[in-house]
């Protein structure tokens, strides 16, 4: 047997593997791919040409959806403003810019202060909105969800007796914000709504603002108000405040010393201790022959409606008989002029009836700290004359 050496075999596969290669016709076949190639190319090419005319087309679309609607917010705009414009007077709008602790914004609203009862619902008007925004940006929220809540559209709802703020924000642009003040009340007549509006737009003058703490209070200057337009919720409960208990004996055991005897006779009311004592007169008045609204106004000029008491504060007493003859006391006299020395004072003075909202009480006083109380009994103020808001 002949066997091939292995180099010829080499030689041979590989003489065979050039002719192959060298043979093949491979102009003709790379034509064919050149071909397919540009084809390739030019089906890609009108591929990302036919995506960008999407893409523009799209953007031009958004653009198109955008326009009108601005320019019909627009047009809503001028509508509202020239109907609106007219209903408003100037006052509500100095009233709303000393109330309202934070609005530079550029959202214009119809106000910016709701009061409502529990249960009761409200909405303020957005009349225009920040440039670049529109109704859909907006959003909204609430600091205490326990007084007031809101929804998606705006539609404050009364949960508890209480103030809280909702907040307006445009989620197109963050830094566009109103703050609105809500006071929910528990009840409220026709005319208690006059006498809470007078201090409102009194309030044009107060240098500073109310602030609230978590729990729905009103401080203004460091003083906890209490009265009948600014409530505490009913779930606060502080009972009788340790300093205001020391202090009363304090002045007790001065007025002791010089005969007098001033005992606590009420401090510390709960909401519902004051919810059975407003009824309870109610019911008194109605006895007398009152009709219920005539018993409501009676009783309002001389207890507080349950959320609205400041023995609810625990910050106050009355002391010895809550009777008008208590007025012609020695013990009344030397309260007047001692009082503020321990840090009270009479709560509620003589002609003073229509700044408070209540008859005189020589037997009411309020526990403020020394340094308030020595200002108001100089001054001769009330505490809501003296914190500017009444
Ligand atoms: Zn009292």
Redesign the pocket.
């Known amino acids: 047997m002949y066997v091939l050496p292995d180099k010829y075999r080499k030689g041979f596969i590989k003489m065979d593997n050039n002719r192959y290669s060298s043979n093949r016709p491979r102009r003709k076949v790379s034509r064919r791919t050149y071909r397919n190639r540009r084809l390739a190319a030019l089906a890609i090419i009108a591929f990302l040409v036919l995506i960008l005319i999407v893409l523009i087309a799209n953007a031009c679309a958004d653009d198109n959806e955008k326009k009108p609607s601005d320019s019909k917010s627009g047009t809503t705009i001028t509508t509202t403003t020239t109907v609106t414009d007219e209903a408003i007077p100037t006052t509500v709008t100095t009233t709303v810019a000393s109330t309202v602790p934070k609005n530079d914004s550029d959202f214009k609203l119809d106000r910016q202060t709701i009061s409502i009862m529990v249960g009761e619902s409200d909405m303020p008007r957005v009349l225009e909105y920040p440039d670049g925004t529109v109704e859909d940006d907006e959003r909204w929220t609430s600091s205490d969800k326990e007084i007031a809540t809101v929804d998606d559209y705006g539609h404050i709802t009364g949960v508890a007796p209480g103030v809280c703020y909702v907040i307006l924000k445009s989620a197109a642009d963050l830094s566009q914000e109103v703050w609105i003040k809500v006071t929910v009340r528990s009840e409220l007549s026709d005319d208690e709504t006059t006498t809470t509006n007078m201090p409102q737009s009194n309030r044009t003058e107060a240098p500073a603002p109310p602030v609230h703490d978590t729990e729905g209070l009103t401080y203004i200057n460091g003083v906890l108000l209490v009265n009948k337009q600014y409530g505490v919720p009913a779930t606060f409960e502080p009972k009788l405040e340790q300093i205001c208990y020391d202090k009363f004996n304090e002045l007790s055991t001065a007025a002791a010393k010089e005969g007098l005897s001033i005992y606590i006779s ?1 401090g510390y009311r709960s909401y519902s201790d004051q919810d059975r004592i407003y009824n309870n007169y109610i019911e008194d008045e109605k006895k007398k022959g009152n009709s219920e609204s005539r018993a409501k106004e009676i009783v309002d000029s001389y207890s507080a409606r349950p959320g609205y008491s ?2 609810q504060s625990g910050l ?1 007493i ?1 002391v010895n008989t ?1 009777d008008d003859a208590f007025g012609y006391t020695p013990e009344a006299a030397w309260l007047a002029e001692h009082a503020h020395e321990y840090g009270f004072i009479i709560r509620y003075p003589l002609g003073k009836e229509d700044i408070t909202g209540y008859q005189y ?1 020589p ?2 006083i309020r526990y403020v700290g020394s340094k308030i109380a020595d200002k108001i009994y100089k001054s001769g103020q009330c505490l809501e004359e003296y914190l500017n808001v009444g």
Request: some cysteine.
């Open positions: 009420s400041e023995h106050c009355d809550i009480e037997w009411h």
